[in-house]
């Protein structure tokens, strides 16, 4: 199977340029339509529609969403941007809509732990001495994931945003490189016990994480220079 998250990476790419501006003057709209696409994803597994799919439809659509990689590559673009040098057109762009499309990952994401919740969540509160020790890993790194993301989530809503003072709105915005980091991590704890069938997923995560880090790295220190030129 061809890597997901390369592909969600495209896509995402497409939908943010594509859809900027109607994303800019529409984001209510956009939030209802991936809370709309949770709920059938949900359906999709609780109701059993699964069986009945075309496998199709499951491999190269819902996917996309069950799995975590559009959601994960929503983050990536996120990420990058932070990265990346704000002068450049393209990056300037899609700065514009980096709030709205971190909450557009954030309510995926949710469908994604809901999915796997329940019966992976299920197991870590009632049973997890049951559970394989990397599934009990990922379970509880991903319980700690969503308590940092929820406040992530709502403090980038602008409404919120706005009432806060930016000091303490900035201190809290830190905690996503932490909330990165465990993404990364996630991913290598449940692939690297599959190293021979996900050693390109694993190549990929690691090129693509390495590099923000490489990237977000050589940022700060170039603030640091201009701070100390400054002063």
Request: glycine share 4%.
């Amino acid at each position: 199977m061809y890597p997901y998250i390369l592909v969600s990476v495209a896509l995402t790419l497409l939908f943010a340029f594509g859809c900027r501006n109607a994303l800019k003057k529409h984001a209510g709209l956009f939030y209802l339509a991936a809370a709309l696409i949770v709920v059938l994803e949900v359906i999709y597994y609780q109701f059993g529609i699964r069986d009945m799919a075309p496998e199709w439809l499951t491999a190269h659509v819902v996917n996309f969403f069950k799995r975590g990689a559009l959601s994960t590559a929503m983050f990536i673009v996120v990420m990058y941007l932070g990265a990346l040098d704000g002068n450049r057109p393209a990056v300037r762009k899609l700065m514009e809509i980096r709030g709205e499309l971190s909450i557009i990952a954030c309510i995926l994401t949710l469908g994604h732990n809901i999915v796997y919740g329940m019966k992976h969540f299920v197991a870590l509160f009632t049973n997890p001495w049951e559970m394989k020790p990397n599934v009990l890993i990922a379970a509880i790194l991903s319980v700690i994931m969503i308590a940092i993301m929820i406040p992530l989530m709502v403090t980038s809503f602008k409404a919120v945003r706005g009432r806060m003072p930016a000091s303490r709105w900035k201190s809290l915005q830190r905690l996503a490189y932490v909330f990165f980091a465990l993404i990364y991590i996630h991913v290598m704890v449940l692939f690297l016990p599959k190293l021979d069938k996900k050693l390109v997923d694993i190549l990929i995560y690691t090129v693509i994480f390495a590099l923000y880090l490489i990237l977000r790295l050589i940022k700060a220190a170039k603030r640091r220079k201009l701070h100390r030129q400054g002063t």
